[in-house]
């Protein structure tokens, strides 16, 4: 029951959330959203049983990445930006396309359920919770051992990432 | 519905009942933490402080915290409402919230997570936010450019001080806070005392983390008037106030735990000086006992109240530190005696903090930004894996411990001379190139 | 010597309209750390100086227009309003311009009771800078130190002539008061009392490693600059250029006295901290000296009541704290000055503000305007 | 024990209101903004599933995406900036460079 | 000063000693060679003070005085020169630039305007005051009241 209410006000928070981020007008504030839908994400992994991701989440989406977006914001904040037409011309076929978009995978959710083989696909989980905690060992043994050369090509893309962001952002090299 | 609502209410009271005395203490320690800074400014700087209200100035926190309340709250005309509004709070917010991992003492803590210490870390990320927002919404110069330092100041030493966590909860092997004091109480070092390069930086960082001079960029009054606090007054500007404290009680309280023992006496373990168990209710006596002296010496009957109304209180406060102090190792007692043990070692490590600010200058912009990149992050990965290397070599290679840590400390710490000496070399050549 | 490398930047800068990376910031008139009125503009690229212009003018109280319209005598009171942290120095200046236009000379005993409450006045106008210099640069506690010493200075400010800040303490031809009982009693214990107080401000800053970050390098003037914008006082001498009216041309009692003249080499912000800080010292050495041996004697040449110069012109400056402060007064043989014109030391070396600061940082302009020690008063007179 | 599917519906919504973003807006900042709300809506499915079968295999994938979307915003906003150094607009429809 | 008399011949007027000061009195047109030579031959390095003094009743009514100091020679020389209401004077800000802000007072407090001069604007009055108060015709209880009234909305209160 508990869980049940925290799962619907963290899903709604992050669903309203995202929509304000698309539909504010003003960078900043749309940033705010998307800090707030980005915190409400963060509990919905708490209700998964994710407690390090959740803080992953919140520092490295909430305290880095959202930091640097609102970083730029703020250095390339025109106010002539503001009074521009903040929408492109193909509001109408896009919004049409992304809802075909949702209605079809909400219909496949909902075959997936009635019919019999979905009904393996998406039960509630039988695993009881305890044995799945998002357990901060278990992802760190899990990183380090099966996936650790996954986890090395990631840290050399962050490190181009972050020469590449340098070389970008700097006036003369 | 109900019984549901009983369960949590049965299972939890004691949980709740913490969070509320820590929830109340804190904000208040935050504003005594003021007047402690005003009095040992004043006593630095060869005055008194503030003397007027209350004896001895003790009630001037609350006469502050009134007069910023019933204070006219200014909203500048170009400023985001919407935004102008949320920033003090969401800083704020992100200072409370990090009070609920924090363990006073064995037993007396809101939440014992298994990832306290990366809680602490992320919410006090989020910290940040209220200040960059804030100096955006003001719609001012001086406020966007301390928006900018300040952010630019809290990514860079976050990584040092996240790298400075890391060398001591390698050590402690847990990221529950509860459990690293554990882990402190059985090995019976304090981890200071295992990874003391860790700690200075964490100190450093720490002292950066929360903007507090000689890092106090974002709001430095010669140079950007308030920073990002410029266009605040009143009750918002209190909030932001309050939160610069209440991190520095936040830092203050990571620090213990993870380095100093958290809610441990000194030489807790040691039965020779068991006789420190004597300490907190004699201490608290002798605060006492020196009120009481003070008392006829106040002018006029009103201060002579509040003074015994102090007296009354440190009496209260003496009276359960005695009362448990036939066994001060389990249950409520201990409770009691770390929650002294605690704020003591928070507020010496907040002393420091405030001996900083009145001894140093105010470092610049870039050469801040050159104490963090240049000495401070090389300096905290090298110690990461020097405390690395001593576990290995005590673990794996069953090396004794002492020989193990003394060997890489000693590698560390030329590895930071070697630092300093290129770093002044460095400067060196930028003078005579600037020359 | 060389034609300055380049002498536009004792012009006033043209601000153009900023790109994308400039900002034009405005500092002032209302800011912590423009020591009173001054307003800078400057045109930044992300947080460095690109160029600066001062605005000045806000205190402006026509000075020199008023002296036309008093006597002699009652503009003497004026010019301690100038430079309001220095009235001492200032109403030497004019009192002993006013003596030379008369032909005058005080006598003896004057001469060195001037020069001691000059220099303490100095020491007390270094303090302050110091104090608030450090304050800029973000150390909180010396400022109360400094006070405290310099409160000390006042107090003899105070017993000799009874004000302590616009002291109006010389009259054209001496002295008016004699010093009171205890006056060489008073000077001596502040004297050996600074010694170690100076001390101790040196262990607070000197050796400081932020203190000397924060200064070093910071604002430099070399010598050929500093001569070409008429920078005088401390940060012409921390510019090595060692020179020193007190005795290139000596006035009061100077001449009888031993003191060395500090110089720098760097010519930056904290070579002028040295430089100012040895000074101190110098002033303090100067006192002693001449509190050994007060000459008796009147302390008032015949001047008479009603002052009338004989027609003609004079220009006499002798060195202030913050520099050379000249007085060039014309006289029509009546009783009011027929102009009084004042060479302000701080309006000029403020001129030297842009030189300094381009290619700095945001921070170091308040290092740079402390460390120039400018009063606004005299500024903008 | 709430249901796997619950998930998968925030999930589809977050998805679609990103889309939506991408499709809709001017401004490369918001775009970018809601890129993140795609891979924010991809990692709760992730994590959902995870639980599902009982491994901890999808919080580490999750982790990864993360890695990544740091990389792209930190890529991104570089090439924002010098962007807007040069041609002073942050409109994805003016950013033409290519037929200039 | 003999010197100066014999290279500028006609255009150094008069020169004397006055209480032991030296005086030359020069021509407008001539007075930048004039400085240029004080500068560079006479080592008069130090451009001390730039001034002004009103004299209504005489032909060219301003009198622009500069007081020199010489380092090497520790001798200070002052020299004048006269120019009329309007009349444009020589800027010698390309000789001592520390000409740049006196030569803006002179503006602003005299209405003398210097050639060469390229901020030439006030300095201490706001740009838009009007009339330039250390003229002797100026008198000390005026003041631009327009202006006053103007910018800092009260009346003036003389």
Redesign the interface.
Known sequence: MTNLILFYFFAGLAVLGGVLVVTMRNAVHSAVFLITSLLATAGLYLTLNAEFLFVVQIILYVGGIMVLFVFVIMLVNLDVALHQVQFNRQTWVAGLLSFALLAELLAALALARSSSTGMQLLPAPHVPAASVQGNTEQIGTLLFQNYVIPFEIASILLLVALVGAVVMGKKRI | MLQEAYFILSNYIWQIVDGLVIVAIFPLLAGYVVLLERKVMADMQARLGPMRVGPHGLLQPLADAVKLMIKEDIIPESADRAIFWLAPVLSVFAGMLSFAAIPVGPGFLIADMNIGLLFIFAVSSMGIFGIVLGGWASNSHYSLMGALRSSAQLVSYEVAVGMAMVSGLLLAGTLSMKDIVGYQAHSGFWLVFVAPVGFVIYLVGSVAETNRAPFDLPEAESELVAGYMTEYSGFRWALYFLAEYSNMVVVGSVATTLFLGGWLRPFAGTPAFHFLDYAPPLVMLGVTGYCVYRIPKQTGWDQKFIMAIFTGICFVITVPLAAALPHPVAGWQAGVHGAFWFIAKVMAYVYVFLWARFTFPRYRFDQLMQLGWHYLIPLSIVNVMGVATAIVLHREAGWNPVVSIGVTLVVTVLAALWLVRAGERREQATLKSAA | MDEPQNPATALPVEMPIPGADEIVLNMGPQHPSTHGVLRVKLKLDGERIEASECIIGYLHRGVEKIAEHRSYQQFAPYVDRMDYVAAVSNGLGYCEAVEKLLGAEAPPRAKVVRTILTELQRIASHLLWLGTHALDIGALTPVFYCLREREEVLKIFEKYCGARLTTHAFRIGGLQYETYDGFEHDVKRFCDDFEKKVEEYEQLLTGNRIWVGRTKGIGILTGEQAIALGVTGPPLRASGVKWDIRKAMPYAAYDQYQFDIPSGQNGDTYDRYLVRMEEMRQSRRICLQAIENIPTGPIMAKVGKVLKPPPGEVYHAIEAPKGEIGYYVVSDGTVQPYRVRVRPPSFINLQAFDTMARGHLVADVVAIIGTLDIVLGEVDR | ??????????S???F??????V?????V??I???I??IL?AV??NL??F???V????G??F???I??????????G??????F??NR?T????EMDILKW | MKRFKAKFGEAVREAWLDRKQAILVVDAAKLRSICQFAREQEKFDMLTDLTAVDWPKREKRFEIVLNLYSFPKNERLRIKTHAADGEMVPSVITVWPAAGWLERECFDMFGIRFEGHAGLKRILLPDEWQGHPLRKDHDILQQDEAWVHENLGIESGQ
Do not use: W
């Open positions: 024990m709430i249901p796997t599917s619950h998930y998968v519906v925030v589809l919504l977050l679609t209101t990103g889309v939506i973003g499709l809709t807006r001017r401004n900042i918001i970018l903004m809601s993140e709300l924010n990692n709760i994590v959902a995870s639980r599902l009982g491994s901890v295999e919080q580490a999750a982790i990864f993360i890695t990544d979307a740091a990389a792209e915003a930190a890529v906003l570089g090439i924002i900036i010098a807007f150094r002073e942050v409109l994805a429809d």
